[in-house]
């Protein structure tokens, strides 16, 4: 790693907090390379279960809502449309609750040294991204088995890639700051995670939503962004209503700036309170 040379002085991390942020971006690495790590150290499997848990929750969400509940699938094969939707849902409910303990996690390091406290969520978030990648594959393999190949629109992938990246971030730099002063929210996320998995069009398409009420169901940041997925990956005849698309990725980059104002402000107080 390299040397850092720090002047400490009245006003010094409001100046200079973007560029001591780009001079820490090896500890970056490293605390990603080191949460990586440990999330399957000592299991029997390893990493493979990255690939169990989102197969598992695709099988059973493609019984109860496709087979047992009979609901729409749009013309693609039904689990074709709920793995679609995981992969967006299920990188942005790792990535907060990665990131909700994150700070607590490393109490030792930010009570001892300087340096932008940025670094932890975000490093924590990075993990669930290699998930959502281990995922992806897994959805290269299924539309391989139904022989189901992408569009043209498959090209705004890439985009919606960064705006799940933004939803995630924004909602994770939300809660790891709140939970540092409020430890409530350990609590909290496992309900947030598992309520909003059934409130998210994952297991469904959203036009089983009536349509006077899909502007109020866009509500949800989530719904735009897994729409879009579809949308981008699944093509043919997904429609995308536009309003409810573009209500939900406003609402993202709301909570993305909100997220990063809000963790800034708090970012004085964490070596005090922890």
Known sequence: MHSIDLVVEAGHTERQYWKDLWSYRELFYFLAWRDLLVRYKQTAIGIVWAVIRPFLTMVVLTIVFGKLAKLPSEGVPYPLLVFTAMLPWQFFANALSESSNSLIGNANLISK???????????????????????????????????????????????????????????????????????????????????????????????VVPEEWRLLYSLNPMVGVIDGFRWAILGKDMGLYLPGFIFSICLVFLIFISGLWFFRKAERTFADII
């Not at 940025?118 to 391989?144: E, H, K």
């Open 113 to 207: 040294v300087y340096f932008p406290r940025l670094v932890i969520p975000t490093s924590a978030i990075i993990v669930s991204f290699v998930d959502f990648l281990i995922s992806a594959v897994i959805l290269l393999g299924l539309m391989a088995w139904y022989d189901f190949w992408p569009t043209w629109r498959v090209v705004a992938l890439p985009p919606l890639i960064l705006i799940s990246f933004a939803a995630a971030m924004g909602a994770g730099l939300w809660i790891s700051a709140l939970n540092v002063k409020y430890r409530d929210f350990r609590y909290i996320i496992p309900f947030i995670v598992q309520f909003g998995l059934y409130i998210s069009p994952v297991g469904f398409s959203t036009t």
